[in-house]
Structures are given as C-alpha cells and as structure tokens.
C-alpha cells in the first residue's frame, strides 16, 4: 500500500482504469473532479462519478476551473494531481499546488501524437503501434517530461475502440509500476524530443466525410477510426447520407474495372467500391433514414457524387 494522497481530474474509460489502480494500491484521493454526461454521447464507458462516490470520494463537475476550485484543491494539500483523460487544460496554477508533482496520462507514445483525438488520429493514418505515456504536467498540452510509457499493438483491422480499450490496459500497467515511485518522490523525468513531436485537433463528425479517390486502405483507416461509437465515416447516395461502419481492402481493380470511376459501386453482395487505389469492401452500412423505394443501392451506382447530393 503506498502513502500518497491526490487529486484526481478524469473521465471515460482511461480514467475509471487509473482511478481503479489508484484506489487498489492504497491512494488517498481527496477529491474527483469529472464531467457531467453528455446527453448526446454514447456511454460506451463506465462512469468515473460513480466508481468515486462508491468508493467515498467528493465528486465535482464545475464547467471551468476557477478561484473556487483552486483554493478547494490548496485546501485538500495532495501529495500530487493525476488528469486521466480530463478534458479541459488543468490550469498552471493548479499544477505548482502539490508537492510530488502534477501528472498526465496520454494516449499515445509521446513526443508522437500530443494533442486531442490521439488514438482515433493514430488509427486513421495507418500506425502499427501506439501507447499510454505518464508525464509530467507543464503548461502545455502533453509536453512535459516523461515518467513511464507502455506501448500496444495496431492491427491492420483493429477499430479506434479496440486500440483504446488496449490503451486502457497500458495505463494501468504504468500506474501500477510508477505510482510507488511518485509516492517516494523518485519518479522519472525524460525530457521530450521537440524535433520528433507531433500534433493533432480535435476531430468533428463532418471529418468522417469519404473521398473516394483516396485509396482503399486510407478509407478502411477512416471508418475503423470513427466507427462506433464515434460518429461514424459516411458518403451520400442519391442524396441520402449513408454511414459505413465496417470495411476491408479488396486487392486491386480488374483490368476491365481500372476506367471505372471512384465510388462506383462494381458489386452488391458483397458491396464493392472503386477507389482511387483498390477496392473497398463495405461490411456494415447503415442509411440516416430509410431511403425511399427505389433508391436502394445497386452496382453501377456513384457513392459521393455531386448528381447524388453532398453533406
């Protein structure tokens, strides 16, 4: 059991994992602060509230960080301040308050991918491997000095939940090794290579447009990145908005298939599309409303062109 007390600023399924270890290894968490659920968001992982409340802890919700919550957090004199998946920048102020030190959990392989979105950005361009990375917090955004990382598998048909619920795990593991050490005041500091960072947004339901004079695997990166419970990738069809939320890669087009244009539909069972490289084979589809008699797909058919409306 470690003698550490905290303050912890989490959320989704990163947080209630962190949370979890924090409480099995003895931590004294003083306060949760957390989100109130959206209503329009799918609650694909368990609550954080409600893991806290069982376990004792005050729960709180605040919209901004302000002078309230500020001496709230000096008053409760932590030990040291873990974000796990918090959604908001904690503010400098707050981070200079305990005196082991303030922490982030990542997810992704810092320097690699700081910013929002990091595990739906790493699926859509294509890694083979990503992670959760403990660090230090500074005033900006997943640049402060590492403690520990943990690395996981991509696979080639793996979708943006599959890899997070992995990167759930690798955040557990970190805790589980480092949490003794922050507790001793000896955790690790490896400064960031600022020449290998990278950065990325957050991302909008619109970005799961498909253009299909991408390649195939670009597609089949898009819609395993967005795909439940993310908003999904799409494209139109005779002016309807049509969702794909499972694919594979065909591999290149027929001789005879090579003038056809992009987004043409070559077959229905399965669903066939010509992309700018290959074939996208669609798995799963779903219309935003039924469509009307007539309009359903057929080969021949152009996904995403303008005569068939645009979104």
Request: hydrophobic fraction near 40%; aromatic fraction near 8%; proline fraction near 6%.
């Amino acid at each position: 059991m470690i003698d550490l007390s905290a303050v912890v600023f989490a959320y989704s399924e990163v947080g209630h994992v962190c949370l979890t270890e924090l409480l099995r290894q003895g931590a004294d968490v003083r306060a949760l602060f957390t989100h109130e659920d959206d209503p329009g968001e799918t609650m694909w992982f368990p609550s954080v509230a409600e893991l806290a409340r069982g376990a004792g802890i005050p729960v709180l919700t605040p919209e901004i960080l302000g002078d309230e919550e500020y001496e709230l957090v000096r008053g409760l004199v932590p030990d040291a301040l873990f974000s796990f998946y918090y959604r908001n920048m904690i503010p400098e102020r707050f981070l200079a308050l305990p005196s082991g030190g303030a922490f982030n959990m990542h997810g992704s392989l810092l320097p690699r991918y700081r910013g929002r979105a990091c595990v739906n950005w790493a699926v859509l361009r294509g890694e083979t491997e990503t992670g959760a990375t403990l660090h230090h917090m500074v005033r900006r955004a997943d640049a402060g000095d590492i403690v520990d990382r943990e690395s996981v598998p991509i696979l080639r048909d793996d979708t943006a939940l599959d890899v997070t619920r992995r990167v759930a795990g690798a955040a557990r593991v970190i805790l589980e090794r480092t949490l003794p050490l922050i507790a001793s005041g000896t955790a690790p500091r490896t400064p960031q290579d600022e020449e290998r960072a990278t950065y990325f947004g957050r991302r909008r339901p619109e970005d799961g447009r498909i253009d299909w004079s991408e390649g195939a695997m670009s597609i089949h990166n898009l819609v395993r990145a967005v795909t439940r419970p993310f908003p999904g990738a799409f494209t139109s069809h005779r002016g309807a908005k049509l969702f794909i939320w499972r694919s594979s890669v065909e591999g290149p087009l027929a001789p005879d298939e090579c003038a056809t244009p992009t987004g043409t539909v070559l077959s229905i069972e399965p669903v066939r599309v010509a992309t700018g490289l290959g074939i996208l084979v669609i798995e799963e589809l779903e219309f935003e409303s039924a469509p009307a008699q007539g309009d359903e797909i057929r080969a021949g058919d152009r996904l995403g062109c303008l005569s068939s409306g645009t979104f």
